[in-house]
């Protein structure tokens, strides 16, 4: 970063501008950049020739590229990182932007995992990008839990906390399991929870089931220790991470390329194997951060951007994190106090309803 700032210190005021209405050239547009395009917009009257000359002297220098054999220029990595550290403006975010994102919280009724999700499909609508949203860990108590069967091989276990908070999760049940047995560990599960939180009920269930062998039988034992472990592995840290809009992510593309890298952004969003990267991206500093193409460990595979920033709780103790993925060309400017705005937003709605 700092390598960034100090060549961009060291340029000129004709390279500094040509560089920038590149930049800006291609994020509004997603097109090549041409020298007789800037001649156009440029502050000081040059010919398409001068500044084809200080284009190539970007190029040498890392900051452009030309994807074609045409004399157009896109940035590269390297220079949208520049362009973002040094040259980037941030305004205030919209009047009409502000007042969706602020209807879109305004849902009293919604439980928590309800009012993420429908300020997340604000989010991804307002931006064009794919939202995600951590939410916070329900550290909530147990009310009621109870197991629904879907099929031989899927069983539903809703879980309801004091909160009002209702998680509903899949999993694969040992086989043989009947409605009775199901109704029988339910009872059991909820004679050990009531009032305790998932991280308790964890630590004495082991315990619990050992003491009290003789009350349930071994099919409903079986379904209770498979329900434990679901809840001891990461199927409980996945359902925290909401992400709506990735059908903008292909609207926004034509290249086959760019459509295949957001494929394999679709399958580590599907999977969200790196959820705790996720929110370390956000913990280790307060605000917004950009991360570009392959900076960005989750999805440097599909050479997004993402931007990102945590909320926290009335304790200011970082709970979750808000952000927006989308293509390297991303609107920066815009997206940057956008992401502010909800996330802050968020973390003020939970701490008002006690969540985190």
Known sequence: MNDGKKLLSEMNDRSREVFRRVVEGYIASGDPVGSRTLTRSMTERLSAATIRNVMQDLEFLGLLDSPHVSAGRIPTQMGLRMFVDGLLEVGDVGVEDRKLIDTASSGTDQDIAGLLDTIGGTLSGITRGASVVLAPKVEAAIRHIEFVSLSAERVLVVLVFANGHVENRLFTPPPGQTPSSMREAA??????????????????????????????????????????????????????????????????????????????????????????????????????????????????????????????????????????????????????????????????????????
């Not at 440097?300 to 926290?312: A, W």
């Open 187 to 356: 009872n059991f599960l909820n004679s050990l929870a009531t009032g305790k939180t998932l991280s308790e009920l964890r630590r004495t269930m082991g315990q619990d089931i050992a003491r009290r062998r003789q009350e349930i039988d071994s099919l409903a034992r079986e379904l209770v220790e498979s329900g434990i472990v679901l809840w001891e592995n990461s199927g409980e840290q996945s359902e925290r991470l909401i992400v709506r809009g990735r059908a903008n992510l292909i609207e926004n593309s034509s290249e086959s390329e760019d459509i295949d890298r957001i494929r394999v952004l679709f399958d580590d969003l599907e999977r969200k194997r790196d959820i705790a990267d996720f929110l370390e991206l956000a913990e280790t500093g307060e605000g917004v951060r950009i991360f570009i193409g392959s900076e960005n460990k989750l999805f440097s595979l599909s050479g997004s951007s993402l931007v990102v920033s945590p909320y926290m709780n009335a304790d200011r103790k970082i709970i979750g994190a808000v952000g927006v993925i989308g293509p390297t060309r991303l609107n920066y400017g815009r997206i940057v106090p956008i992401v502010d705005y909800t996330a802050q937003l968020v973390g003020r709605l939970l701490s008002e309803r006690g969540s985190g």
